[in-house]
């Protein structure tokens, strides 16, 4: 069992930045692939970022690419996404997700935590 804890949103000026942070706990964290998704109100959840177990490979949805960065911290069992020159549409509920293994595919995520609001003003 992995527990997983979001933090860091809020709101910002449209091109502000936000951190957003996920502290893992229970099973080792360095054995998952760990992600990011995001739900608008009145959208399905959309996949945003993923790294690996040794943060050697990442990926990102088309949209966030160049804006944000996704990193781990194994030392802190935490996992990071770093949102600059946000925009109105990244407005979402932000979900941290595990699942053990592999990033691809960017599916099967079987650990999620409770969500993260971050609303970006025009």
């Known amino acids: 069992q992995v527990q997983l804890v979001e933090s860091g949103g809020g709101l910002v000026q449209a091109g502000g930045s936000l951190r957003l942070s996920c502290a893992a706990s229970?099973?080792?964290?360095?054995?998952?692939?760990m992600g990011w998704f995001r739900q608008a109100p009145g959208k399905e959840r959309e996949f945003v970022a993923t790294?690996?177990?040794?943060?050697?490979?990442?990926y990102y949805e088309n949209s966030v690419k160049g804006r944000f960065t996704i990193s781990r911290d194994s030392s802190k069992n935490t996992v990071y996404l770093q949102m600059n020159s946000l925009k109105p549409e990244d407005t979402a509920v932000y979900y941290c997700?595990?699942?053990?293994?592999?990033?691809?595919?960017?599916?099967?995520?079987?650990?999620w935590g409770q969500g993260t609001q971050v609303t970006v003003s025009s």
């Open positions: 997700a595990a699942k053990f293994g592999s990033i691809w595919p960017l599916s099967g995520y079987n650990y």
């Open positions: 229970g099973r080792t964290f360095s054995s998952y692939a």
């Open positions: 790294i690996s177990i040794r943060a050697g490979s990442t």
